[in-house]
């Protein structure tokens, strides 16, 4: 008798139409991120240039690279050097190249700042501890600068291919650095393999 009642022909149209409005109230909200923007200041060139510092590895003939080499000097190397200069360094990344070429086994640290953050970077570097003892095991052949004097790359988008549009080539480096809120986090690749520079 009751399902009679509430499922007759009117009250069932009434009782559908009450359900389609409560229903129509509710809705779930989706909570938006905010995805952090790089301040006005970091994106002022003026000043600023990409740097590299590349370290040459031994690669004995007819063995694998020693790509654990790049896992190494990322975490111990570069990472400390991250921490210390998380202001001044606007993008970073790392990479790493191993072919039979006149370049060989290679690993780069490729960042953008300013001269004064390069000239102490590279300082750093070079009296770095665990890179004395690489070189003295002949794991490490030698390490290289991109040279101070010359400018070879005043923009962020100097490093990007100039078929590119200009909005790719101008964000690409934050794309690869994964931003600026993250910089001791993120850049460092994988040992899954590259080739090429």
Known sequence: MVQRLLFSGSRKIYLILLISLLSA??????????????????????????????????????????????????GEVISPLLE?????????????RAVH????????????????????????????????????DQLLLKVSYDPLAINLGATL????????????RKNLAFFYDGGKSNVAGSGAKDEAGYSGE
Do not use: M
């Open 84 to 96: 210390q200069y998380t202001q001044q360094l606007i993008c970073w990344r790392v990479h790493r």
């Open 101 to 136: 070429d006149q370049t060989g086994h290679v690993f780069s640290f490729i960042f953008y700042s300013s001269k004064a953050s390069a000239v102490s970077i590279y300082q750093q570097l070079q009296s770095n501890q665990l890179l004395a003892q690489l070189k003295k």
């Open 157 to 168: 988008a100097d490093t990007s291919d100039a078929a590119w549009p200009e909005s790719v």
């Open 25 to 74: 109230c509710t809705h779930r909200q989706i909570p938006v991120t905010a995805h952090p923007q790089p301040d006005k200041a970091v994106l002022n060139d003026v000043g600023k240039s990409w740097y590299a510092a590349r370290f040459s590895l031994n690669w004995e003939k007819g063995q694998e690279p020693n790509w654990y080499l790049g896992t190494l000097l990322a």
